[in-house]
T-cell receptor, first 111, second 111 residues
Framework: DGGITQSPKYLFRKEGQNVTLSCEQN?????MYWYRQDPGQGLRLIYY???????QKGDIAEGYSVSREKKESFPLTVTSAQKNPTAFYLC??????????FGSGTRLTVV | EDQVTQSPEALRLQEGESSSLNCSYT??????LFWYRQDPGKGPEFLFT???AGEEKEKERLKATLTKKESFLHITAPKPEDSATYLC????????????FGKGTHLIIQP
């Protein structure tokens, strides 16, 4: 079955450490997105990519970086510059104006 | 700037007690209004996309409607398994790509 796979499900980061969250899709979708979800807040857009080798900043891109070397993959790196990285991270993809498909999420905690 | 406001924040119903969730929005050129269901610790699950005022869509006990300013998610004779957070989002024709989300309505259906 087609879908989006996020890994790992849980991730722990030490202060000053960079970590990378994986997102892979086999839906043949062109566009991919990263969102952050905090308790009591709506999902907020971090980065998005509409085609391979191209991506744009969303509303809260500071402290994050991405790459899009393959259509199927859109990894997110949380850098040490992100001062409050503890959150639930969601990856999504879409083709055209249809509904976005979301992955199952990665919960990142700073220890 | 696109905005989405959902009400109420939380709603507790008895099994079989029908109700409606509200999603008010302002957007520059609506490309779609989306409803999702999210269970704790999981990614959002797609329910409906509405594209123009007057459009309605149904799925089991759920019915979504759209006007030029708001959308309603009607829940008829809900069951305990309908308990979840329901998210509303819009995609606009201007500015950055991606969905703008409301904060969600946390729905609890008591047996």
């Amino acid at each position: 079955d087609g879908g989006i796979t996020q890994s790992p499900k849980y991730l722990f980061r030490k202060e000053g450490q960079n970590v990378t969250l994986s997102c892979e899709q086999n839906l043949n979708h062109d566009a991919m997105y990263w969102y952050r979800q905090d308790p009591g807040q709506g999902l907020r857009l971090i980065y998005y990519s509409q085609i391979v080798n191209d991506f744009q900043k969303g509303d809260i891109a500071e402290g994050y970086s991405v790459s899009r070397e393959k259509k199927e993959s859109f990894p997110l790196t949380v850098t040490s510059a992100q001062k409050n990285p503890t959150a639930f991270y969601l990856c999504a993809s879409t083709k055209g104006d249809y509904g976005y498909t979301f992955g199952s999420g990665t919960r990142l905690t700073v220890v | 700037e696109d905005q989405v406001t959902q009400s109420p924040e939380a709603l507790r119903l008895q099994e079989g007690e029908s109700s409606s969730l509200n999603c008010s929005y302002t957007v520059s050129g609506l490309r779609g209004l989306f409803w999702y269901r999210q269970d704790p610790g999981k990614g959002p699950e797609f329910l409906f996309t509405l594209y123009s005022a007057g459009e309605e869509k149904e799925k089991e006990r759920l019915k979504a409607t759209l006007t030029k300013k708001e959308s309603f998610l009607h829940i008829t004779a809900p069951k305990p398994e309908d308990s979840a957070t329901y998210l509303c989002a819009v995609r606009s024709g201007g500015g950055a790509d991606g969905l703008t989300f409301g904060k969600g309505t946390h729905l609890i259906i008591q047996p």
